[in-house]
């Protein structure tokens, strides 16, 4: 039986527009994201074989093949909830009025400002190099948001640190209404932004214990 399953999208494949087109949304959640939800699953039970037969010979390819495909999964399912339709409250940036403050606290907090904030996670997710993501992070240890680049789904990220806002930056994700306009796509997508999902994940890593203390 599968371990993973491909979630729902939280809204119809055009929800998104004019941000995102429905043919993006359609392609990337039922073929990308499926591929790997697939390749995780896939994976599973390809180490559990090399354990049954004690063959080992392929253990570096498919450590890493475990690490992509379930980052892979994870940064996706994230994904698609950090985003709304405008319509639905999506865009705009975590006001206290709206519930969301204490998130708003944090930003300032950890980059001076939202504008400073809204700048480095722009530039970092416009400019990754390749295929990868622009992530905003809890890191438990010092209690802090951090931005990362991710590499792929899994490079270049700081253990233990929680990811709460997630742009995808792999050439899938705007391609076919972007063409090469990358930035021109990660500009955009601070309109559909979902900040009350961005808050919830928030305050769940918030909660939990760093794992340096245990
Ligand atoms: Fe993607």
């Known amino acids: 039986m599968a371990i993973y399953t491909l979630p729902e999208l939280p809204y119809d494949y055009a929800a998104l527009e004019p941000v995102i087109n429905p043919q993006i949304i359609e392609l990337h959640h039922d073929k990308h994201h499926a591929a790997y939800v697939k390749g995780a699953n896939d994976t599973l039970e390809q180490l559990e074989e090399a354990r049954d037969k004690e063959q080992w010979g392929s253990i570096n390819g498919l450590e890493k093949n475990l690490a992509f495909h379930l980052s892979g999964h994870i940064l996706h ?58 992530v905003l992070a809890y890191e438990p240890i010092s209690g802090r948001l951090i931005v990362e680049q991710v590499y792929d789904h899994q490079g270049n990220v700081g253990q233990g640190s929680i990811p709460v806002l997630v742009f995808d930056a792999w050439e899938h994700a705007f391609y076919l209404q972007y063409k090469n306009q990358k930035v021109d796509f990660i500009d955009a997508m601070w309109q559909v932004v979902n900040w009350q999902d961005v808050n919830k994940r928030y305050q769940a890593a918030k909660a939990s214990v760093p794992l340096i203390s245990l």
């Open 77 to 134: 399912s994230i994904y698609w909830n950090n985003m709304d339709s405008p319509k639905d409250g999506g865009g705009g940036e975590p006001l206290a009025a709206d519930g969301v403050g204490d998130l708003a606290d944090a930003i300032t907090e950890s980059f001076g400002s939202f504008a400073k904030f809204k700048a480095q996670l722009t530039k970092a997710a416009a400019t990754t190099q390749g295929s990868g993501w622009g």
